[in-house]
C-alpha cells in the first residue's frame, strides 16, 4: 500500500512510501547507510527507514569519531576481528564521498597508575622499572601482532613527551599506534545515505517500523506507521531498537542493555594544539571501568579537543541526559593524564547511547528461523571502525539470499559535497559570491558559515528539516557561542524555504518546538 504523509515538523510532504523493495533496511545510522550503499553497487531497489527525521540520529552522531584499531578489544570476538580489518578497510570506504577521514595515531601513555596499589607496594625499584618499562610495552606490542595490528612502535619517556608534551610528567613510557583515525560520523553517515540515494535508493524519515509480516518462516513485509512494504530481505540495524524489532520477526533471542556514554567538547581556538594524536593511559585489564576501553583525550575530525566518554548503564534507550556529577567526572578522571587541561575552555557536552548486548559482541547474522531476516545488532563502540568489515559480513549473507553477485555498470562511487566556505581561498570565495550574493551573508560567525551553505543543506539529497540537521551538515552553532548567535538566523531561512511559520521550525523533529509562539499573541493572551 502506497500512502503520502506529511512531516509534523513541518507539514511538507514526506516520500512516498513504495509497494515494495528487493532490501528493507532498518535504521539509518552509520550502519544501515553503509550497508544501503553496498547495496546499491548490485541493485537499486534498496529502502532505508528511519523512525527520527534525519538520519545518523542515534550513537552515529554522538561518539567520540575515532576508528579504533584493535587495540583494546577482547581477543577473539567478532568485535576485534571486524574491528582490526574495518580499519585496514577504511581509506578505501570512505574515498568518492567527500568525507574527511585522518589517521592521527593514538599514543598509550604508561605510568606508575598502570598498575594497581598493592602491585606498586610490593614491587622492589628493579622490578617496577623492568614492568613499566618493558613487560607492559612488549605485552601491548604482543596482543597487536597477535591481533594483525601493524605498525606500533614502543617509545621512551622522552619520545612519549616530544610527541605529546602536555600529558602527565609522570610517563615512564608508552606505545604508538598509527593506524587510529578520525572521521565525523554524522558527516560520514549523511555522505553514505547520500550516495545510496544518488544510486537509487530510497530513505523515508519519520518513519517508524511496527511489525515484520512473516509467513511459513520466510520475510514477506515490514509494517510501518504510514503503511506496509513488500520485501522478502529485511536488515536489522536499527541500533538500541534492534532487540524489538528482531521480536517483531520472531528472529530474537539477544537483548540490549543501553550504556551511556558522555564526552565533553572544548573550543577549538583554545585546544586544537594540545593534542596531537589520540592519548589514552594504560591500565591492567581489570583495573579499567567495567565495558569500557577508558577513553581518552582525542582532536575531533574538525580540530576541537573532546574529553571522555563515560560508561554508564541506563534503562533509557533515550536517555542521553548529561548531570554536572558527570562532567565533574570526565575532568577528574582525566586531570592525571593532562593535568595542566584548560577545563573552563568547555562549550558542551554530548552523550550517545550505546547497544551492547549480554554477550558484549556484535550480533552479525541470518537468521536461521526466519528466512530473509539479517542482524546488525550490538553494534557499540568500535562499530563506527568496524562499518567496512561489517558491511563486508553482511553483503556475503544478502547475496546468499538473492541480491544480485555482479556489480552494477552504472554505480557512481562519486558523492560530492557543497564546499566549506570558512575552508576556501578568497579568491574562491569571491567566484561563490559572484554567482550567488548569498555566499557573502555570514551567519554563524564561530563557523564562518553562510546563507547559502545553511540553504544547500536544506534542498540536499537528504534534506535538513530542521535545527540539528542543518547544524549536522553546515556546523552552524557548533563553534564558541554554541548557537546564541545563529539560532534565530538559521530558523528564519528554515521557515522561508520550507514555506512555513517559524513557529513551525524545530530543534530535531517531533516534539521539539524551538519557539513557543509569536510574542504579540503571547502578550494578547495575557
Given amino acids: 500500500m502506497r500512502r503520502e504523509t506529511r512531516s509534523p515538523a513541518t507539514g511538507r510532504k514526506s516520500e512516498e512510501l513504495p509497494a515494495s523493495a528487493q532490501v528493507v533496511i532498518v535504521g539509518g545510522g552509520i550502519i544501515g547507510c553503509a550497508v544501503a550503499r553496498e547495496v546499491t553497487r548490485y541493485t537499486p531497489d534498496v529502502v532505508v527507514l528511519e523512525k527520527e527525521s534525519d538520519v545518523a540520529c542515534g550513537a552515529s552522531k554522538a561518539n567520540n569519531a575515532e576508528i579504533h584499531s584493535g587495540i583494546g578489544e577482547d581477543a577473539g570476538t567478532l568485535k576485534q576481528k571486524l574491528n582490526v580489518r574495518g580499519n585496514y578497510m577504511y581509506d578505501d570506504f570512505v574515498r568518492g564521498l567527500d568525507v574527511d577521514f585522518k589517521r592521527q595515531g593514538l599514543l598509550i601513555v604508561v605510568t606508575p597508575r598502570s598498575l594497581p596499589e598493592e602491585a606498586l607496594r610490593s614491587m622492589g625499584e628493579d622490578e617496577l622499572r623492568e614492568m613499566l618499562n618493558v613487560k607492559i610495552p612488549e605485552g601491548i606490542m604482543a596482543y597487536g601482532e597477535k591481533a594483525g595490528i601493524k605498525g606500533l612502535r614502543i617509545l621512551a619517556r622522552e619520545e612519549v613527551l616530544e610527541l605529546e608534551p602536555n600529558v602527565t610528567p609522570e610517563a615512564v613510557a608508552g ?12 558527516k560520514l553517515t549523511i555522505a553514505l545515505a547520500e550516495s545510496a540515494v544518488i544510486n537509487g535508493a530510497r530513505v523515508l524519515l519519520d518513519t517508524e517500523v511496527t511489525g515484520i509480516r512473516v509467513e511459513e518462516g520466510h ?9 506496509e512494504i513488500s520485501t ?3 536488515v536489522n540495524a536499527a541500533g538500541v531498537f534492534a532487540d524489538e524489532v528482531a521480536d517483531m520477526a520472531g528472529a530474537g533471542g539477544f537483548r540490549i542493555h543501553p550504556r551511556k556514554g558522555a564526552t565533553l567538547l572544548f573550543d577549538r581556538e583554545v585546544t586544537s594544539e594540545y593534542v596531537h594524536s589520540s592519548v589514552a593511559l594504560f591500565k591492567l585489564p581489570g583495573m579499567k571501568k567495567e565495558r569500557s576501553k577508558g577513553g581518552g583525550a582525542m582532536p575531533t575530525a574538525e580540530g576541537n579537543l573532546q574529553l571522555g566518554p563515560t560508561a554508564v548503564e541506563v534503562e533509557d534507550k533515550y536517555d542521553t541526559s548529561i548531570s554536572a556529577e558527570e562532567i565533574e567526572e570526565i575532568f577528574e578522571r582525566f586531570h592525571y593524564l593532562l593535568p595542566e587541561f584548560p577545563r573552563e575552555a568547555i562549550i558542551s557536552a554530548f552523550s550517545g547511547v550505546r547497544a551492547p548486548t549480554l554477550d558484549e559482541d556484535f550480533v ?16 557499540q563502540s568500535p562499530g563506527l571502525a568496524s562499518a567496512p568489515a561489517i558491511v563486508e559480513m553482511v553483503m556475503g549473507f544478502l547475496h546468499e ?8 555498470a552504472d554505480f557512481n562511487p562519486l558523492r560530492p559535497a557543497t564546499p566549506r566556505f570558512a575552508e576556501l581561498s578568497d579568491r574562491e570565495r ?17 563557523e564562518y558559515v553562510t546563507e547559502a551553505e545553511v540553504v544547500r543543506a536544506i534542498h540536499s539529497i537528504i534534506p535538513a528539516r530542521d535545527l540539528d540537521a542543518v547544524k549536522r551538515r553546515t556546523r552552524v552553532g557548533m563553534g564558541r557561542c554554541q548557537g546564541g548567535f545563529c539560532t534565530h538566523r538559521v530558523a528564519a531561512i528554515l521557515a522561508r524555504e520550507l514555506g512555513v511559520p517559524i513557529t513551525s521550525i524545530t530543534k530535531s523533529g517531533g516534539a521539539s518546538p524551538v519557539f513557543v509562539g509569536e510574542s504579540k499573541d503571547m502578550l494578547m493572551r495575557g
Avoid at 401 to 408: D, I, N, Q, S, T
Wanted: contains cysteine.
Fill in 175 to 186: 606505545v604508538f599506534d598509527p593506524n587510529y583515525g578520525l572521521v565525523c560520523p554524522y
Fill in 219 to 227: 520475510v514477506r513485509g515490514v509494517i510501518t506507521g504510514r503503511g
Fill in 232 to 234: 522478502k530481505l529485511v
Fill in 364 to 379: 552479525i547474522e541470518a537468521s536461521e528461523r526466519v528466512r530473509g531476516f539479517v542482524n546488525v545488532a550490538g553494534i
Fill in 401 to 408: 539470499l538473492g541480491v544480485p553477485r555482479e556489480p552494477r
Fill in 430 to 446: 569571491g567566484l561563490l559570491i559572484r554567482e550567488d550574493p548569498r555566499w557573502g551573508h555570514i551567519v554563524c560567525r564561530c
